[in-house]
């Protein structure tokens, strides 16, 4: 078992900024891959972007790529999700979620997931 806690959610103006944190309640080396997924009214949920714990692979959606970077801190357990030029379109509750079975993008291969934090970002 794990449980992750998210934090650093918020609103903020088009092209802001917010970084995400999502704490384990192990070591992150205990978790292969991590991911950020997110969920905005009336939509699937989708993910975001993805690290390998240990490893400097990351993988991101082509909605993202290029303003979010996900990162990881050993020292405090934690996975980040900076976040960049943000667009209204990024408003959603994120969720980090682990335990990863299956191809990444796929929320049912996770076993483990957040309470998620709102992020609303407005033009």
């Known amino acids: 078992q794990v449980q992750l806690v998210e934090s650093g959610g918020g609103s903020v103006q088009a092209g802001g900024s917010l970084r995400l944190s999502c704490a384990a309640s192990r070591s992150l080396y205990s978790l292969s891959r991590m991911a950020w997924f997110r969920q905005a009214p009336g939509k699937e949920r989708e993910g975001v972007a993805s690290?390998?714990?240990?490893?400097?692979?990351?993988l991101y959606a082509d909605s993202v790529k290029g303003r979010f970077t996900v990162s990881q801190d050993f020292a405090k357990n934690t996975v980040y999700l900076q976040m960049n030029s943000l667009k209204p379109e990024d408003t959603a509750m994120y969720y980090c979620?682990?335990?990863?079975?299956?191809?990444?993008?796929?929320?049912?291969?996770?076993?483990?997931w957040g309470q998620g934090t709102q992020v609303t970002v407005s033009s």
């Open positions: 979620a682990a335990g990863l079975n299956g191809h990444w993008r796929e929320p049912i291969n996770y076993a483990y």
């Open positions: 690290i390998y714990i240990g490893a400097d692979s990351t």
